[in-house]
């Protein structure tokens, strides 16, 4: 099935402590991005990568690092969460990131919970 | 600026009563726009989507959408309503550049 995996579903941390969210696809997709959901705000997007090694900051990048070393991961990392990142956080990737979004679109993971404490 | 609001934050309707959620969108050129839903506790799944075309654009679960550029505008409709239905849906757009623009979603709840 092609579909999009995050982990985990729910976390739970405290200020500070190093975090990782994994994101796999199984689409070959060559664009995935991370976005945060908050109330209110819709998604915003936090990080993209149009191909392995290549990354760019979306609209909300502080405090949040991603990596691409191969194709089909993107992982989100928090080098010291805070509060703030307190959200629900999407993962997506797409076939065609430079027109129609392929033509499926965009396919999102079921999202990560995130709490920071 | 480039952006995409959904004036509607929650919409009530009853089971069999028809649907329109509205979009509007600012950008200077035709965007790719799409509509998602997310139900309670999932992902967002692709309802529909305008590339070019034909402006009225049927997607899954009996939905369609109607882009109408001289209002910059791309409602999605639906002539009859079930209580599966009841969930948020977001409108969004993709400019020339690599990122979409979502719009804030609108609440959906079914009725009986």
């Known amino acids: 099935e092609a579909q999009v995996t995050q982990n985990p579903r729910y976390l739970i941390t405290v200020t500070g402590k190093k975090l990782t969210v994994t994101c796999s696809q199984n689409?070959?997709?060559?664009?995935m991005s991370w976005y945060r959901q908050d109330p209110g705000l819709g998604l915003r997007q936090i990080y993209y990568?149009?191909?392995?090694?290549?990354?760019d900051k979306g609209d909300v990048p502080e405090g949040y690092k991603v990596s691409r070393k191969e194709k089909r991961n993107f992982p989100l990392i928090l080098e010291s969460p805070s509060p703030n990142q307190t959200s629900l956080y999407f993962c997506a990737s797409s076939s065609d990131p430079f027109g129609s979004g392929g033509e499926y679109g965009y396919t999102f993971g079921s999202g990560t919970r995130l709490t920071v404490v | 600026a480039q952006s995409v609001t959904q004036p509607d934050i929650h919409i009530t309707v009853s089971e069999g009563a028809s649907l329109e959620l509205r979009c509007n969108y600012s950008y200077g050129a035709t965007p790719y726009l799409f509509w998602y839903v997310q139900s309670p506790g999932q992902g967002l799944q692709l309802l529909l989507k305008y590339f070019s075309g034909d402006t009225l654009v049927q997607g899954i679960k009996g939905f369609e959408a109607e882009f109408k550029r001289s209002q910059s505008s791309f409602n999605l409709r639906k002539p009859s309503v079930h209580w599966s239905d009841a969930a948020e849906y977001f409108c969004?757009?993709?400019?020339?550049?690599?990122?979409?623009?979502f719009g804030t979603g609108t609440r959906l709840t079914v009725i009986p």
């Open positions: 969004v757009f993709k400019s020339g550049a690599n990122n979409l623009f």
């Open positions: 689409m070959n997709h060559e664009y």
């Open positions: 990568s149009m191909n392995v090694e290549v990354t």
